[in-house]
């Protein structure tokens, strides 16, 4: 073991999910041709002047909310100075010294995901997202970058961690829960290739047991989990190669060069001085008063994190379980459970088999696409049946099959079919006659004590019921004609 340790914090840039631009009328939608979104707002052209975005608003306040944070009653922008290509304005719409939410936190061992160690969220603020450079695509790219300016204006939270993380596995996890928070409340769409969803990670190393930081590098422009791990995982090292080699490590921005498996130099990395900022003149401060904090809340939808642990109190499900059944088709399972009374274990097993394999199928992750033709009341039903004993789980397989194909009810299927289950104890007493008299070899050999012969037999009677038979009653009428 390294006599070092990792210190790492996060920040972590979202697109919140609005219409429009977060100042102006300008659409967000991604992948319109380069530089046809945009407005003298968004230019940042002398006169035009900013109107903050409502709609930008409550999608920062929802992700406040959800970790915790603490909402302040006013916040303010202000303008972060500094050049680059794809900064139209030569200045970007942010808050500094008075953000939208501070102090959240997530509580050590509260999840699967979570380490033995609190993550502490630092604050949360809202900007402008700046535009993108386009390096290649182009006749002449050999020799010059484009700018799409398209994105810039698209409304952003930052939600920035202490330096909590002390491995890149951990980073990575608060990644992957982070994603899947803001998705559920429909702050972001978590589509981290387009770049609506990117990660920097602050990374620094120190002697095991000390309390003072060392010199921090920041990686930017992280879009996948696997990539944070990765980066983590080789900047920790090549910092630890550094001081042990008696060199010192200098503070800066790099890059995460996935060929090469290694983080590079970009920039000398700027402090918060060099961006000059004062208060944004053309807005007035944020005011967010208590009782639209509340109807938000009031609005908000079952967390993941409680809904792991509900899913485990009420129903007793493995985590395993319980991990297949977040989302969309989580609420199919809530449906069937809650409103159409099946019992949660099949429940789920039917979600995470017939659904999930549907789904898989059609490759797609809309469960609508399902539910519009095999509804959670459809499925209910079929599970209630089999638990009535009335049909059998492979026959209960093939209707709901049917029930996708035509569109049809499970009952009228069933009856139109005939594919009510075998229960009657004489019909299955004669099944089970007629097989031994067939199989006496089999039979003999089972009695014998090569047991893996009942099975055989019970698939004989099954077969020769047209699988309508209870399997439950095969079992017990075929060990009392053979005397088991």
Not at 206 to 212: E, I, K, N, S
Request: charged content about 25%; glycine content about 8%; aromatic content about 6%.
């Amino acid at each position: 073991m390294s006599s070092y340790e990792a210190v790492i914090g996060l920040e972590i840039h979202a697109q919140l999910l609005t219409a429009s631009k977060i100042f102006c009328g300008c659409s967000t939608a991604f992948g319109a041709a380069p530089n046809t979104h945009l407005c003298p707002v968004c230019l940042g052209l002398p006169g035009a002047l900013p109107v903050l975005n409502h709609a930008a608003v409550d999608c920062a306040l929802r992700a406040a909310l959800a970790l915790g944070c603490e909402i302040h009653d006013t916040s303010i922008f202000a303008r972060k100075n500094y050049f680059y290509p794809d900064l139209p304005k030569g200045y970007q719409i942010s808050q500094y010294e008075r953000p939208l939410a501070t102090g959240g936190r997530i509580a050590a061992n509260s999840d699967y995901w979570t380490p033995s160690y609190d993550i502490r969220i630092t604050r949360i603020h809202m900007e402008e997202d700046a535009g993108k450079l386009l390096h290649e695509g182009f006749a002449d790219s050999a020799r010059r970058s484009h700018v799409d300016l398209n994105r810039a204006g698209t409304p952003l939270i930052e939600i920035v961690t202490e330096p909590d993380f002390r491995s890149g596995k951990d980073a990575a996890a608060f990644f992957a829960y982070l994603r899947e928070l803001l998705v559920l409340l429909a702050v972001n769409d978590g589509n981290m290739e387009e770049g609506s969803l990117r990660c920097d990670a602050n990374v620094s190393v120190r002697r095991r047991g000390a309390d003072a930081l060392g010199t921090k590098a920041e990686i930017k422009n992280l879009n996948s989990f696997r990539f944070l791990e990765d980066a983590i995982a080789s900047e920790t090292e090549r910092q630890i190669e550094v001081l042990e080699s008696g060199g010192r490590v200098v503070q800066e921005t790099r890059l995460w060069d996935s060929a090469a498996g290694q983080t590079v130099s970009m920039r000398s990395k700027e402090e918060a001085h060099d961006y000059r900022y004062f208060p944004e003149p053309d807005l007035p401060p944020l005011v967010v008063d208590a009782a639209r904090v509340d109807a938000i809340r009031n609005a908000m939808p079952e967390l993941p994190a409680d809904r792991r642990r509900r899913l485990a109190a009420e129903h007793g499900l493995s985590s395993r379980d319980i991990l297949q059944l977040m989302g969309p088709k989580g609420e199919y399972f809530d449906l069937m459970v809650n409103r159409f009374k099946a019992p949660a274990k099949p429940a789920a097993n039917l979600v995470m088999g017939l659904l999930s394999g549907k789904m898989n199928e059609l490759r797609t992750d809309d469960v609508t696409a399902i539910s519009s033709r095999v509804s959670p009341e459809q499925s209910a039903r079929l599970l209630a049946l089999v638990e009535e004993g009335k049909i059998s789980n492979s026959i209960a397989k093939d209707v709901w099959e049917k029930v996708f194909q035509t569109g049809r009810t499970t009952d009228e299927i069933i009856a139109a079919e005939g594919l009510t289950q075998i229960d009657d104890e004489s019909q299955i007493v004669g099944l089970v006659a007629d097989v031994l008299s067939k199989n006496a070899d089999a039979v003999a050999k089972y009695r014998a004590g090569n047991m893996s012969t009942f099975g055989f037999l019970v698939g004989q009677v099954m077969k020769a019921a047209g699988g309508k038979a209870n399997p439950k009653r095969v079992n017990e009428l075929l060990k009392r004609a053979l005397g088991a």
